[in-house]
C-alpha cells in the first residue's frame, strides 16, 4: 500500500497540476483546483496504464482521497497476483 | 530516436520518472517567459504516450513554438484551429496543441461545445463563425451517423438513415468552407466492435460493412469534390494505432468516444493537415546513395556490387526508389547528395539496370567529397527555395548530425538500421504535405533543374570546425596485432577509395611486417560521439634508420573528411621522429577509384619526390620531419597506444 502512495503520487500531481509534495493519503481530490469529471477520467487511465489493472467504474467515482484509491489499485494488484499465483 | 515507447511500458518509478522529469522541464520553461529549450520538439514529436502528451500539452497552454524549437516558425501569426465534435473531445484539445508545437506550428485552439457540430456550422453567428478558424476539424463518431435503436433485419433502412446523416454533415461542412474560407477537416469514422458484433450472422456482417464503407465514402466523396472540404481516412489510419478505439466506460460515462491512443493518432494527423493548410509541406527530397538508394558502398563494391533489385536486402533500397519516383511524380524534387565519385554515379544512374530512378528525375545530383550542409545550403538557393522546404535523408549518423546541427529547418531523415524500413521513415509521419494534385506537379524536375541551372554557384568551402569540434573524434593509432589484423586484410583488400597505392601486402607479409624491426603496420580506430566506428583503416611502414616509408595507407570512406588521415599521419610522423629518422616518405598510386586519395600527401606538406613516377605508376612524396608542420587537427583526440618498438 505504501509502495502505490509513493507511484501514485506524481501520478496524481500530473493530472491535477499540484506539487508532488503536497499530496498526502488524505488528500481529497475534490480539494485540487482543477478538479473534474475530466480529470476523474485521466488519472483513472493514468493509473491503469502505470499499474496495468482495470478498476470498476462505480467504485472509482466513489473514492475521496488518494489513500482510498492507493488502496483501491494495492486490492487490484493483489487480486491480480493471487490470480496470476493460481 | 526511432525507439517509439510502447503505451504500455511505463513502469512505476522507472519511464515514470522519465515523463515526470519531461513534465518539470514544461513546467520551467512555462514558468519563465524569456527561457527557451529547442530540443523540447523533437522529444513531443517522437513520445508515443498519449496521457503523458495529453498532460504536456495542457502545460503547453501560451509556449509559443519558437521556444521549444531551433528552427524558426514560419508563420507571424497563430493559425486559428476550431474543433467541433459530435463527442466530447476536450482531450484531443491538449493533443493537439502538443503535436502542433512538435511540427513548429503557433495555433490558437477553439473548442465548440459537446454536440453542436451542426449547429456551429450552420448558424452565421456562432462561436464558432465568429471564431474565424483558419482550420476547422469535424470529430465524429458512429452515434452521430448510426440510430440509436438499428435494425440488423432492416439493414436497408440502416443504410439510408446513416447516408443521409453522413450527407448533413458532409454539405453542413461544406456550406462552412464555402461561406467563411475556412479548410474543414472531415474524417471516415470507425464502427465500434459492439455495432459489429451485433449482427449475428456472417452474410448480414459483410452487409453491414458493406453499408459501413458506404456511409464513409459519403464523407470520403466530400473531401474529393467540394472546395475548401478535405477528408482524412481515419479508419484505415486506426489499424495502426495502439490500441482499442474506444473504452466503453469513458464513453458510457462520458461520451468519450475516443481512447487516448485514438486521439493522439487522430491529432498528428489532424496536425498534418494544418502543417499543409499552413504551407508548411516539404518540397525536396535530398537522398544519399550509399547504403540509401542502394545497399553497399559504390565506391568499394563496384556498380556491379551494389545491393538492388527482387531480393532483400536489395529490393528494399529499390523500393525506396520507387517511391522517391511516385513523390516525384506528385511534384517533389529529388536531389543526390552524396560522398562519391561523380563519374561513377552518373554510369550507375544511367546504366544499371536495377535502378529505379534515372538522371532526369533528380533536379540535382552531386557526388564529392565537400559537406553535405553546404551543398543542401547551396541548392535551396540554386533552387530558389527556403531550407524548410527540405527533406535530408542519409544513412550515416554523421551526415545527418552534420545537416541537423548547421540547418535545422531541414527535416533530417536518419536512414540507420534495417533497410526494410527506409521507406516508412521518408513516408510517415508525411512530410510532403499538398491539399490537392496540380497539372505541374510531374514537370516540376524539369522545371527546378533548369532554375538551378540558371543559378548554378561555387560553394563555399568552409571549415567545418565548429560542427566537428562538437562531435569529440577520438582517433586511435597503435601496432596491429592479433585481433586487429584479420580485419586490416580485409580494409586492404576492400577499401577503394582512400587507398593510396591499391597494393595488397596480404596476410603473410602483413603478419611478419608486425614482428619485424624494420617493419610496421598500424591499425587506425575511430570513435565519436555517434558511436564507435572501430577498425577503419591501416598503414604499412617501413622503418629505416634514415628514413620511414609509408608503403600504403587505407581508410574505410566511413570515415572521410573529418582530419581522420592526417592523424594518422601526425601518429607516423611523431613515431618516426622519435626513432631519430629525418626524412617521411609516402608512396601514391593512381587506380581507378582512388582519386579521393590524391590530395592527402600534397596538403600534409609532404611534396612530390623529384625522380619520375615507377614502372607501376607509384609516386614517391617526402618531406624532412623536422619541417612537417602539426597535421593533426585540433578537433581531434588523438589515442596513440602502445609505442611500436615495444611490440
Known amino acids: 500500500m505504501s509502495d502505490v502512495m509513493s507511484t501514485l503520487r506524481p501520478l496524481v500531481a500530473r493530472v491535477a497540476q499540484h506539487p508532488a509534495d503536497d499530496i498526502t493519503a488524505d488528500s481529497n481530490f475534490k480539494r485540487f483546483a482543477s478538479w473534474g469529471s475530466l480529470a476523474a477520467m485521466r488519472l483513472l487511465a493514468n493509473v491503469e496504464q502505470t499499474y496495468h489493472v482495470q478498476l470498476d467504474l462505480r467504485s472509482y467515482m466513489k473514492l475521496e482521497t488518494v489513500g482510498q484509491l492507493a488502496t483501491e489499485i494495492a486490492d487490484r494488484l493483489g487480486t491480480a497476483a493471487a490470480a496470476h499465483a493460481g | 530516436m526511432d525507439g517509439r515507447r510502447p503505451v504500455t511500458a511505463s513502469l512505476p518509478g522507472t519511464s515514470a520518472s522519465a515523463a515526470d522529469d519531461l513534465l518539470e522541464r514544461i513546467r520551467v520553461l512555462r514558468d519563465s517567459p ?9 522529444i513531443l514529436a517522437t513520445e508515443d504516450d498519449a496521457l503523458l502528451l495529453h498532460e504536456a500539452g495542457r502545460m503547453l497552454e501560451g509556449v509559443t513554438a519558437s521556444r521549444v524549437s531551433a528552427s524558426r516558425p514560419r508563420r507571424d501569426s497563430a493559425l486559428r484551429v476550431a474543433v467541433a465534435a459530435t463527442f466530447t473531445a476536450d482531450n484531443v484539445v491538449p493533443l493537439l496543441r502538443a503535436a502542433l508545437l512538435a511540427e ?20 452565421p453567428a456562432s462561436a464558432l463563425a465568429e471564431f474565424e478558424p483558419e482550420v476547422t476539424l469535424c470529430l465524429l463518431d458512429s452515434g452521430a451517423l448510426l440510430p440509436r435503436d438499428w435494425d440488423p433485419t432492416d439493414l436497408g433502412a440502416v443504410r439510408n438513415a446513416a447516408c443521409d446523416r453522413a450527407e448533413q454533415l458532409a454539405l453542413a461542412a461544406a456550406g462552412f468552407a464555402g461561406r ?6 472531415l474524417h471516415t469514422v470507425p464502427l465500434p466492435r459492439a455495432d459489429r458484433r451485433s449482427v449475428v450472422s456472417f452474410r448480414g456482417g459483410a452487409t453491414l460493412g458493406r453499408i459501413w464503407r458506404e456511409v464513409n465514402t459519403v464523407l470520403l466523396d466530400a473531401g474529393e469534390t467540394h472546395d475548401g472540404t478535405y477528408t482524412v481516412d481515419l479508419e484505415a489510419l486506426l489499424v495502426d494505432a495502439a490500441g482499442p478505439l474506444r473504452d466503453e466506460r469513458q464513453y458510457r460515462y462520458g461520451r468519450m468516444a475516443w481512447t487516448p491512443q485514438t ?7 489532424a496536425v498534418a493537415f494544418c502543417r ?3 504551407g508548411h509541406g516539404r518540397k525536396v527530397l535530398v537522398l544519399d546513395l550509399d547504403n540509401t538508394l542502394w545497399g553497399g558502398v559504390l565506391g568499394d563494391d563496384g556498380p556491379a556490387g551494389i545491393e538492388l533489385g527482387t531480393t532483400y536486402p536489395g529490393d528494399c533500397y529499390t523500393d525506396l526508389q520507387r517511391r522517391a519516383l511516385a513523390l516525384r511524380r506528385q511534384g517533389v524534387l529529388l536531389a543526390v547528395c552524396s560522398k562519391n565519385e561523380q563519374t561513377l554515379v552518373d554510369e550507375v544512374l544511367s546504366g544499371h539496370p536495377d535502378m529505379v530512378l534515372r ?8 557526388a564529392d567529397w565537400q559537406r553535405k550542409d553546404l551543398h543542401v545550403a547551396a541548392l535551396a538557393e540554386e533552387l530558389g527555395l527556403g531550407l524548410d522546404s527540405f527533406v535530408f535523408a542519409d544513412d550515416s549518423p554523421f551526415e545527418c548530425g552534420m545537416v541537423a546541427d548547421g540547418l535545422p529547418q531541414v527535416d533530417v531523415v536518419r536512414l540507420d538500421g534495417d533497410p526494410s524500413c527506409h521507406t516508412l521513415k521518408v513516408l510517415d509521419p508525411p512530410r510532403f504535405l499538398q491539399l490537392g494534385a496540380t497539372a505541374t506537379d510531374a514537370e516540376r524536375t524539369s522545371l527546378y533543374r533548369t532554375r538551378r541551372e540558371r543559378h548554378q554557384l561555387s560553394t563555399t568551402h568552409d571549415s567545418a570546425e565548429d560542427y566537428l569540434r562538437a562531435l569529440d573524434i577520438r582517433v586511435g593509432v597503435g601496432p596491429a596485432n592479433g585481433f586487429t589484423l584479420p580485419r586490416l586484410l580485409q580494409l586492404e583488400l576492400r577499401t577503394n577509395q582512400f587507398n593510396m597505392t591499391g597494393l595488397v601486402h596480404g596476410e603473410a607479409v602483413s603478419r611478419q611486417f608486425t614482428r619485424s624491426p624494420d617493419h610496421l603496420v598500424l591499425a587506425v580506430d575511430v570513435a565519436d560521439r555517434f558511436g564507435n566506428e572501430g577498425v577503419v583503416g591501416g598503414v604499412w611502414i617501413d622503418r629505416g634508420p634514415e628514413r620511414w616509408v609509408v608503403r600504403n595507407f587505407v581508410l574505410s570512406c566511413r570515415v572521410l573528411s573529418r582530419g581522420v588521415e592526417h592523424a594518422v599521419l601526425q601518429y607516423v610522423a611523431d613515431r618516426a621522429r622519435e626513432a631519430g629518422a629525418a626524412v617521411l616518405d609516402a608512396h601514391f598510386r593512381p587506380t581507378a577509384r582512388n582519386a579521393p586519395a590524391a590530395s592527402l600527401y600534397p596538403s600534409a606538406g609532404l611534396a612530390r619526390g623529384a625522380e619520375p613516377a615507377g614502372e607501376d605508376g607509384t609516386v614517391r612524396h617526402t618531406a624532412r620531419l623536422a619541417e612537417l608542420p602539426t597535421l593533426i587537427p585540433d578537433w581531434i583526440t588523438l589515442d596513440a597506444k602502445e609505442a611500436p618498438d615495444h611490440v
Open chain 2, 263 to 269: 486521439e493522439l493518432a487522430y491529432a498528428r494527423e
Open chain 2, 359 to 366: 538522371p532526369d528525375d533528380f533536379v540535382a545530383v552531386v
Open chain 2, 180 to 185: 467563411t474560407g475556412s479548410a474543414v477537416l
Open chain 2, 104 to 123: 513548429g506550428v503557433d495555433a490558437r485552439i477553439h473548442l465548440c461545445p459537446y454536440d453542436q457540430l451542426g449547429v456551429q456550422l450552420a448558424d
Open chain 2, 276 to 278: 499543409t493548410v499552413a
Open chain 2, 34 to 42: 524569456g527561457a527557451v529549450d529547442p530540443d523540447l520538439a523533437d
